[in-house]
Antibody
Framework: EGQLEQSTAEVKKPGESLKISCKGS????????IGWVRQMPGRGLEWMGI????????AYSPSFQGQVTISADKSISTAYLQWRSLNVSDSAMYYC????????????????????WGQGTMVTVSS | QSVLTQAPSASGTPGQRVTISCSGS????????IYWYQQLPGTAPRLLIY???QRPSGVPDRFSGSKSGTSASLAISGLRSEDEADYYC???????????FGGGTKLTVL
């Protein structure tokens, strides 16, 4: 089945950098797309982007392109979401999620069928 | 404001059949697959429906998805108290080149 374990909650100040992680187990990490989804407090879900750890192929939402960096190290079955300079508006819960087996692509972007999710990492940015 | 419109709330009684709708446009629902997620309070989302009407393993057949034109629906039959959650539709938007989520519908089981 597989599991995703995310890093613990973070409290940061505006302007600081941050890298959160998502470690997979129980499946061949390099063979599945791993996506990131943001949920701001009391709000809905937003697709941020996705990475294929096997070759680090990455796609971003236009809203997050240039604002975050998605990366992965398949040797340790871990994906990352990184900020160079946090804003207060980055305060949110961030989820990583695994694509279903046999996922298709839509206009070159993997479909948004995530069957395994991490528990979420809460990021709080406050001065 | 999302390009996909969902009613903010819905309700039903145990055993009832409820439908949650998602309205879009020709650049998203009409031409692309729709997906549905359930999010129980304080938990990560769960995939309920993919590619309009497919259920992942483990999702009961009480949940079903359909699409017609620029609208899609998630139907839940035999409503149970544990179905009380937020439900989100999501689809690729050709104009925005991004996966867009609906604003979510909060389902209350009375």
């Amino acid at each position: 089945e597989g599991q995703l374990e995310q890093s613990t909650a973070e409290v940061k100040k505006p302007g600081e950098s941050l890298k959160i992680s998502c470690k997979g187990s129980g499946f061949t990490f390099g063979n599945y797309w791993i996506g990131w989804v943001r949920q701001m407090p009391g709000r809905g879900l937003e697709w941020m982007g996705i990475i294929y750890p096997g070759d680090s192929d990455t796609a971003y939402s236009p809203s997050f392109q240039g604002q975050v960096t998605i990366s992965a190290d398949k040797s340790i079955s871990t994906a990352y979401l990184q900020w160079r300079s946090l804003n207060v508006s980055d305060s949110a819960m961030y989820y990583c999620a695994r694509q279903i087996s046999g996922a298709i692509t839509i206009f070159g972007v993997p479909e948004i069928a995530f069957d395994v999710w991490g528990q979420g990492t809460m990021v709080t940015v406050s001065s | 404001q999302s390009v996909l419109t969902q009613a903010p709330s819905a309700s039903g009684t145990p055993g009832q059949r409820v439908t949650i709708s998602c309205s879009g446009s020709s650049s998203n629902i009409e031409t692309n697959y729709i997906y549905w997620y359930q999010q129980l309070p304080g938990t990560a989302p769960r995939l309920l429906i993919y590619r309009n009407s497919q259920r992942p393993s483990g999702v009961p057949d009480r949940f079903s998805g359909s699409k017609s034109g620029t609208s899609a629906s998630l139907a839940i039959s035999g409503l149970r108290s544990e179905d009380e959650a937020d439900y989100y539709c999501v689809v690729w938007d050709d104009s925005l080149s991004v996966w867009v989520f609906g604003g979510g519908t909060k389902l209350t089981v009375l």
